[in-house]
């Protein structure tokens, strides 16, 4: 298959080139140059439109194995791509858990021939429930990219020590999405003013910010590797920021709601803001976007959890956590004039690096990693955006700037219908 770009601006993460045309052949970069003429299977043209290095997200519910009818690799898959990315990391939260080397090799042959790059993320802990560390030396050996309990998030200090201590014989990294379980156990929402007038339980933020002090001791202990993400307070910022400056190989990453909402958008009891960590405060959100703009928070995270209609359409108290942001992660930081050169250096560069992954080049002879984007056009986030299978988000009916035209991953070429 031979795909041609035409008039394309090259983006890197810090400049963009004068257009040019791509051809790639087969999913290899066989021309970069001016008036290619070649007979291509897809010519593909846009004004304005620029390529970058695929992006990479790193914590995806793809619900697949065991929860199908919510998400499968496949519409998964579709979502990523409509959104941009080329490759996404998808966590152990399925059934059963991604706890040996049997479900990685799983994801990882399943995966094979869809457009989007899946890594599976192996679960820390035997089902995820946080008691017995997991065979992570195997599933390592096998293709899991990092270790996470993902959305359980990991509550023994001596299990969290054990695995930092385990993982440096392969040089891997944890995840941990902070959330101490003991503090605001019923909670709904943020614990503050809006809780009280909304009359929900609330969950305090020291819930989060202890979880991360407990963790940056561990992690200074056991001189190890760890990121965290879906950070939500400005105390936990402050708290990584501290540890960076200090030397200890940590990293962070928000959610694209986590900026663009806080704890008043839930006064109208949207289920689809049903999220853990809840929506913090103004203060909270604001701090937020501007260590995405000052570079303390090294990438964007889609947190993409798609639940089912029965689980979100119902009283706040019973709907699930999560929801889909694969297809608008994108349009979102660029809504809130995110300088979309930041976000296509957190993307390719700083995500990849810091799970330490090879940074594919834009040249002649490599294999094809490529999103296809047009940054600055606004358009209504509609559900014919969303390929996901679910589609409970908030940024349904919400103007959006900036959007993927699709991607190119080695012989592989995905355009989405709702963009282009």
């Not at 899991?144 to 309990?149: E, I, T, Y």
């Not at 959610?255 to 839930?266: G, I, S």
């Amino acid at each position: 298959m031979k795909v041609l770009i035409k008039n394309a601006i090259l983006t890197s993460s810090t400049k963009k080139a004068n257009s040019t045309d791509i051809l790639i052949d087969n999913g290899i970069i066989t021309q970069i140059s001016s008036g290619i003429v070649a007979d291509a299977d897809h010519i593909i043209e846009n004004d304005n439109l620029h390529v970058s290095v695929g992006w990479m997200d790193c914590f995806a519910n793809f619900a697949d194995p065991g929860d199908e009818y919510k998400e499968t690799l496949e519409t998964g898959a579709a979502a990523a791509a409509a959104g941009g990315f080329t490759e996404v990391m998808i966590i152990p939260n399925t059934n059963p858990i991604t706890d040996n080397k049997s479900q990685v090799e799983y994801i990882k042959h399943k995966s094979k021939s869809l457009p989007v790059t899946i890594h599976p993320i192996g679960a820390i802990t035997k089902n995820a429930e946080g008691k017995e560390l997991s065979e992570m030396y195997d599933m390592h050996h096998n293709g899991a990219l990092v270790f996470s309990d993902g959305i359980n998030c990991l509550q023994s200090s001596g299990i969290m020590l054990k695995a930092l201590q385990y993982i440096k014989a392969f040089d891997g990294t944890i995840i941990q999405l902070p959330d101490d379980k003991n503090i605001g156990t019923n909670g709904l929402m943020n614990e503050g003013i809006a809780s009280t007038k909304l009359g929900l339980p609330g969950k305090p933020a020291i819930a989060e910010e202890i979880l991360i002090a407990r963790d940056i001791e561990l992690l200074k202990y056991s001189n190890s590797k760890i990121h965290f993400t879906g950070i939500s307070t400005k105390r936990s910022l402050e708290l990584i920021t501290q540890a960076k400056k200090k030397g200890l190989n940590i990293s962070c990453s928000v959610t694209p709601y986590h900026v663009y909402f806080y704890e008043d958008d839930v006064a109208d009891y949207d289920t689809n803001l049903k999220v853990n960590p809840p929506l913090r405060t103004k203060e909270d959100m604001m701090a937020l976007r501007d260590g995405v703009k000052d570079h303390s928070i090294d990438f964007i995270a889609s947190h993409h959890l798609p639940q089912d209609f029965d689980n979100k359409i119902c009283e706040f108290e019973y709907a699930k956590y999560g929801m889909t942001g694969l297809e608008s992660t994108f349009g979102v930081l660029c809504a809130l004039d995110i300088p979309f050169l930041d976000f296509v250096k957190m993307q390719t560069e700083n995500i990849r690096k810091i799970f330490g992954l090879m940074i594919p080049e834009i040249k002649i002879g490599e294999k094809a990693n490529l999103t296809l984007f047009i940054p600055g056009k606004e358009y209504l986030f509609t559900e014919k955006n969303i390929l996901s299978r679910s589609k409970n988000t908030p940024f349904t009916g919400k103007k959006l700037k900036g959007y993927p035209i699709g991607i190119i991953n080695g012989d592989k070429l995905f355009l989405s219908d709702s963009h282009y």
